[in-house]
């Protein structure tokens, strides 16, 4: 190893440290408000069907995340591929902290694997499909929000939902319009200037129809997902309004997102005691949820896991540099 690379190297085992420090303070926080032995012994009440039914739909949602990529990469990366390192991604965004740290060591991974992908479609092909599933999550807590103001007995903000729709249908064409404009400053290497100009070229083919169908299949993805979340909510006896439970679908979507905790343990279960309840009886219903939903992510990074082990033995961390015959 290079001298250079070895600040490096302890800066990322510093971070890691520290984010699992953080990770461990917030636990021994809620166990000293909420009986945490309760709470997971609470789980053998959701039922078997739940469990069945949660870790289908979640592989459903996972298959078409899968889909979704390979079209967010302009179909370059076969939809074997998108399939086998979607799963694989649900491996690194378990074990790393954060799914957007997931997301950059799936893209190194297909990248070192596979030199045929190593083109600026990759890198811009994982952001756009992260951000279809923003996009779709905006939209869920724009409808939550409008649904807590009705509870309310306030006029709902429809325009304001009608915004976040109208920004998440014409995201291409504001991307497109803000990479031209950066395109055009004076002081912009000519490197940097040749990668926004790839970057444009790859969005663009995103812009109509293309991109409304897989903003529609995000919002489907969502949905299916919510519907063992919500069926789980309501067999542990949590009586949370729908609005409620949509913002906490949305919350946990971002902390689990975030480089803060690894799989966002800890601030998920804290996140959920907040907002779905208080008192220390009522606190453990919410903690037997996020460990509900965690273990269902579990089983699925389990085979994630699988399949990167069988890279790894089978040497796939060597480069093929010719496509198949």
């Not at 939902?161 to 319009?177: C, E, H, N, R």
Request: a positive charge; proline letters at 4%; aromatic letters at 8%.
């Amino acid at each position: 190893m290079s001298d250079a690379a070895k600040p490096s190297r302890w800066r990322s085992i510093a971070l890691l440290v520290i984010k699992l420090a953080i990770t461990t303070l917030l636990l021994v926080l809620l166990a000293r408000r909420v009986p945490l032995g309760e709470a997971f012994v609470r789980l053998d009440s959701v039922g078997a069907g739940l469990w069945f039914w949660g870790i289908g739909l979640n592989g459903a949602v996972i298959g078409l995340a899968a889909l979704r990529w390979h079209f967010t990469a302009l179909r370059t990366i076969p939809l074997r591929t998108c399939f086998e390192y979607t799963w694989i991604g649900q491996f690194f965004s378990l074990v790393l902290p954060g799914n957007v740290v997931g997301d950059v060591a799936k893209t190194a991974s297909l990248a070192v694997g596979d030199a045929r992908h190593r083109s600026i479609v990759l890198p811009v092909s994982v952001v756009l499909d992260r951000l279809l599933g923003l996009l779709a999550l905006t939209v869920i807590f724009a409808a939550a929000v409008t649904g807590m103001w009705w509870d309310a007995g306030r006029v709902p903000v429809v325009i304001a939902l009608g915004a976040v729709v109208a920004a998440s249908v014409f995201t291409p064409q504001i991307m497109v319009a803000m990479l031209a404009l950066a395109q055009r400053v004076r002081f912009v290497p000519q490197a940097l200037a040749d990668m926004l100009e790839k970057t444009t070229t790859v969005i663009s083919r995103m812009k109509g129809r293309p991109w409304l169908l897989l903003l529609a299949l995000s919002l489907v993805m969502h949905m299916l997902t919510t519907i063992p979340f919500v069926l789980a909510a309501r067999r542990l006896g949590m009586t949370a309004e729908l609005w409620r439970l949509g913002l906490y679908y949305v919350g946990m979507n971002l902390i689990i997102m975030l480089p803060v905790t690894f799989a966002g343990v800890g601030a998920r279960e804290q996140f959920s005691v907040w907002l779905l309840g208080t008192a220390a009886s009522a606190a453990v219903m919410p903690v037997t949820l996020s460990w509900y939903l965690l273990l269902i992510s579990a089983v699925h990074a389990l085979v994630g896991a699988i399949l990167q082990g069988a890279k790894w033995l089978r040497g796939g961390s060597r480069v093929r540099e010719q496509p198949d015959a």
